[in-house]
Each structure stands twice: as structure tokens, then as C-alpha cells.
């Protein structure tokens, strides 16, 4: 007998069935008579602990019960699990980003944010939310991320003032770099920018790139957040282009100065924040991404992330203070990529860039 996604999601969170493993509500049994139940997908660490705070508080005036499955091997994961079992997926309330967003969108597996529920949504800046072909509002972002051109500036105590001068032969072999999977490409664009182009004219980037590639400028090309952290603490590469999680880990331990404010560049922006899937129960979902959107909560969902708050009045971790944009200063400083375009040529640019850069950087 096939069972129906409401019928699924409820036995699963009221522990018989598969939802029973701790892999889906970390053990807990929810009681039978909740009015209703979520179940959410969010990241581990940081990002699970204060959003089970955050849900503590819901919690005092809603009654909706909340069971949390963790992201598995990248939040783009989830979309191969929920492509396999649509429409019965037992999802209700997905944590990602914006280039899964973007997927999710195209696949039609999302409701649109209803504003009369959602109020917290007005305050946020319309270019952090997502939307569909017809213009309606499918996310509700939580955190603005990004990456950014940096150093540690007790090994380059005079810094630089544009991308162009890491050309100079006092950079050689002092840049940390991303493969073009990382980021999803978003290093490509930045070099592309500098020489005019975008992501859409990337031709400029991949010029500027075999440039410092072949003047030796490019020290370590890494894979991981892991591996930018441990390689920016050795203290042989001075300048990186990464995200805000390694350029937050790296200052914790090391004097870092973000150069997102160049005239001839960008800070590149991204949101993570909450989407509903469709057939999901849409008040109680919706109930609770508002309540995520608060601007409290968002001020202490963002202080430990290394991210800074879509709410305009939620003050950012003073660690971050520079690193992200008022409201008036996104349309000079912000770049918002397109990542649909971006993850269509991803698999181009990596080849790529095994085939022309990565020889480059050997003989550099």
C-alpha cells in the first residue's frame, strides 16, 4: 500500500518508520498531538545549534514540532534526495543556498512565500530574495555570505589596492586560489570583471588568470574550506580569494583585512535562508521561517556563523563589521552572480582549467 507524503511525514516524526532513526530527529519521539510537525534540513555545527535555540523560543508560543535532518556531503545533496521520491519527499522547510535555490526554483518543488504569514520578509533587501519566472518570491534569506579578495595584513602590512597588482613580482607565489567547482566559479568572474567581462564573458577572466598563473603568482590552488584555513595559517601564501567561513576562521587567529570596497572589483554575495516545499502543511512552515526572519533572531542566528544578518537593523558580529554592505552601498560594492548560468558551465570550466591553467601553475 503506498503511503501519501502528509501520512509519511506524520509517522515518520511521530517515530514509527524511518524518521524513528536519529538521523532524522536526533532521537527525539514527538508526542502524537503535536498540531503540526516540520521536518527541516539545515547544516550541522554552528548552524544546528542556534537554530535548535531559535526553535526553543518558537516554541514558547507555537506549537508546531520541529524534527531536523543534517545536510550529507553539501546541501546541493539534497536535491538528488528529493528528485528520487517527488512528490513524496518527507521534507518540509529546507536550509540552502542560493545556487540550490536556483534548482529547486527550476524544478517547480517550491511554494511561494506568502507575505501575509512571512511579514518579516518586507524589511529584507529584495536583492537577497529568490524568485521565479513570475516574479514571486520563493526564499527567505537568513544570512548573507560571500567571497572576497584578502590578505593577512601582518604579512602584507602595505596591502593592495587592486586585483592588478598581484601581477607585481612581490606576489609571486603568494595567492591561495579556488578551483573553479569552489565557489561555483566565482573566482573566474572576479577575474573576469577586472578585465571587464562577467560571468556571461568570462573569456577576460580566463586571460587575466594565465597571466599570474604563468608569472608564477599562484601558490596553492585548494578544494575545501579546510584547506584554505590550514593553508593561510602557514604564512607562505599572503592573499586569497575565498569565502567568508575560511576568511572568519583565518581571523580568528590572524589579522585579516577583506578587500571588498575596490573600485574595479566586487564583493560577491550570496544568501542562505529557508524555502517550503510544496505539500508541505504551508501556515506552520511559514510560521516558522518568519519567526527565523525576526530581526533578533536573525541578529543571533548570524553572530557565531561568520555571515552577516538580511535584517537592515539586526547588528553583524563586529569581527564583520566592514565585510558586508549597508543597504545603499550593494548597488556600488555587491555582485550578484547567476548561478543557473554559472552551474550550467561548470563542468566546461573545470576541464578547462585542468587543461590550461593547472600546467600554468606547475611551471610557474
Sequence with gaps: MSMTRRAFNRAALNGTGLAATSALTGGLILPANAAERLLVVQWGANWIEVSKQITADFNKTNDTQIAWELHSGGSAAVIAKIKAVWPNTQYNVLSVWDPVFRTLIKEDWLVPIDESIVTNLATIPDQFIQKNDKGQKMTVPLSTAGAFWGYREDLLPGGFDSVEDLLRPEFKGKLCVPYPINLTGLFIVSCAIQRGGSEKNAEPGWEFIKELASKGQIGEICTSNSEYINAMATGQYSVGFWNNGGWFATAK?????????????????????????????????????????????????????????????????????????KPDELAKYAYFADFAYLSSVMNEWNARWEREIVPLVRRG
Excluded: H
Aim: aromatic share 16%; charged share 20%.
Design 253 to 325: 587567529n590572524f589579522p585579516v583585512k577583506l578587500k571588498n570596497r575596490m573600485p574595479d572589483n566586487k564583493g560577491f554575495l550570496y544568501n542562505e535562508g529557508f524555502c517550503v516545499l510544496k505539500g508541505s502543511p504551508e501556515k506552520a512552515a511559514f510560521e516558522f521561517a518568519n519567526f527565523f526572519a525576526e530581526p533578533k533572531m536573525n541578529e543571533l542566528y548570524n553572530i557565531n556563523l561568520g555571515s552577516g544578518p538580511t535584517q537592515p537593523s539586526a547588528k553583524t558580529n563586529p569581527m564583520l563589521v566592514d565585510w558586508y554592505y
